[in-house]
């Protein structure tokens, strides 16, 4: 059961939390993705947790509850392109930043171990296993990343994006020498700048 300090405290006070989190900023490819939760005040759900601890099975199950239950939810997608312009950190919290803008429903807003200097904000070190609004969060991240990897596996399926969703496996690695590079990459990634550019 996730601990959700910042929601009963706030929630108490009938008073909303937003919740935000990312999937996607360790891969070689593809884009990060963003994404805000509020929930409704006391929600309750106990599949809800970390999305890492999920089957995918259950991810998709849960995404359909929250965009259901939810006040209010929003994504940004952070294309490789701004990864490699701004780097992966910045690009992100630009994004969380954003995305904390939204609404003007909530109070607060808690962010997985992301600060965003901002007075209304509080950036909470393992976040996705804590609070609920932030786990829910991971969960429509990592099923929006998901969905468009597979998307890009139908564009480009030697890469087996299917299978790796980007991530620097062996095997992608393996790919990555035998076909080179296409848009997705992010460049500024050292296996990328170490490997041959071919645009489709």
């Not at 095997?171 to 700048?193: I, T, V, W």
Request: contains cysteine; positive net charge; proline residues 4%.
């Amino acid at each position: 059961m996730l601990e959700n300090r910042y929601e009963k405290e706030y929630w108490s006070h009938d008073r909303y939390v937003m919740g935000i989190d990312e999937a996607g900023r360790g891969p070689l490819c593809g884009p990060c993705v963003v994404a805000c939760c509020i929930l409704p005040i006391n929600y309750e759900n106990e599949l809800i947790d970390d999305s890492k601890k999920l089957s995918a099975k259950k991810r998709e199950l849960l995404f359909k509850q929250i965009i259901r239950d939810a006040h209010h939810f929003s994504f940004r997608i952070v294309s490789p392109k701004e990864i490699d312009r701004l780097d992966i950190y910045h690009s992100t919290q630009k994004a969380m930043d954003e995305l904390s803008r939204s609404s003007r429903i909530h109070s607060l807003t808690i962010t997985d171990a992301m600060p965003l200097n901002r007075a209304d904000t509080i950036d909470i070190v393992k976040g996705d296993a804590k609070s609920i609004s932030i786990a829910a969060a991971s969960i429509l991240a990592k099923v929006v990343r998901d969905h468009i990897m597979m998307g890009y596996d139908v564009l480009y399926p030697q890469y087996e994006y299917r299978n790796h969703k980007g991530y620097g496996t062996k095997r992608h690695l393996e790919l990555m020498d035998e076909y080179g590079l296409n848009e997705l990459y992010r460049m500024s990634f050292k296996p990328c700048r170490m490997k041959e550019i071919k645009l489709f």
